[in-house]
């Protein structure tokens, strides 16, 4: 599969033409739409055909909310080990609340689909953010914790969940080593199921790292806890922050040195955004807020504003700038040749996978370039 960038007078005809590749081939990998013009800088995925040859087998992961459109689930489920569905928490009385859409639907597409549910149990408080005092709280509470892994093994035996996943942000410093004694609890009643516990861990350069974020992620405790782990290295772009790449390659290679370091890399999992933001300019700290928007949107909005798309080789992401009702805009998303290179990550540390936050917007090209770089494992339902 090959990656071509858009020059100024190319159509989408031409450039299948080109390839030697059908017209119809190109819009769909490419999610191109007949009444929205090419974008100089725009990449394009070049299927020529399924590429012969053992790939080596990697674990790929998806994070979603139960209120997923159907025929995104349909498409994508083919290139996931897992759908992580999220996501359930607790509370103080030690009860155990599913998601506020409930993932029944979800639940049963999945199985229709022949595909593998895993139960997220995140610290998100009522109102969608995580608690610090919350889980500080739980991880201080053996009887809560032995009610809430109680109350998991049953849901995840009722509903058909094959596996956990414990996503909690933010722990305190001195709830570190409580963390990782929760993970190591769950991962022996969960598999004793027969199923993994998988952790997530926020994108760590070293282990004295300051910051609410870090002070309580013990790489190598949670690592030696937990079946697999999930980088979260993204969000370095967001939408409170300065305008830059949410992912930019550079840094997350620097996570990933210190990962290897502390974990097995076949436990890691490199995490992928499925997103980008619009940021209006000039950014001011804790005034400017940026919007989050999709791979596909980006680019059609790029197109609609008659922007050019760069493409930053340091972080290896694609940006552009328009202008919208007086105001300036910038734009950092994720294309083809950012996917690729992040990819090509995981194929040089050898690492088990990689898991997107999230797979709600469709990213055709995404999964055509991860079929095309890697075979994906497919749990066997049980």
Known sequence: MEIYVVRAGDTAWAIARKFGIP????????QLEEAVPLVVGQALVIRRGQEEGRKRPVISVGYAYPFIRTEILEETITYLTDVYVFSYRFDREARLIGPDTPDER??????????????VLSSLDENGSFDRELLSWFLGDLAAQDEIIRQTAETVREKGFQGVDVDFEYAKEEDSQAFADFVWK?????NGMGYPVSVTLAPKTRDDQPG???????YRLLGEAADQALLMTYEWGYSR????AVAP???????????????????????????GYDWPLPFCQGETAAKSIGNVEAVRLAAEKGAEIFYDETSQAPY???????????VWFEDPRSIRA???TVEDYGLAGAGYWQIMRMFRANWLLLADHFAVCKRTMR
């Open 249 to 275: 390659v550079n840094l997350v290679r620097r996570v990933v040195d210190y990962a290897v370091s502390r974990i097995p890399r076949e436990k890691l999992l490199l995490g992928i955004p499925n997103y």
């Open 186 to 190: 769950i991962r022996e009643v969960i």
């Open 106 to 119: 979800m639940l049963e597409e999945i199985r229709a689909l022949s595909g593998s549910p895993v139960l």
């Open 342 to 344: 992040k990819l090509q």
């Open 212 to 218: 609410a974020l870090y002070e309580g992620t013990d």
């Open 241 to 244: 922050g300065q305008p830059m």
């Open 320 to 330: 552009f700038h328009y202008r919208a009702e007086g105001t300036e805009h910038v």
């Open 23 to 30: 017209l119809e081939r190109l819009m769909w990998d490419n």
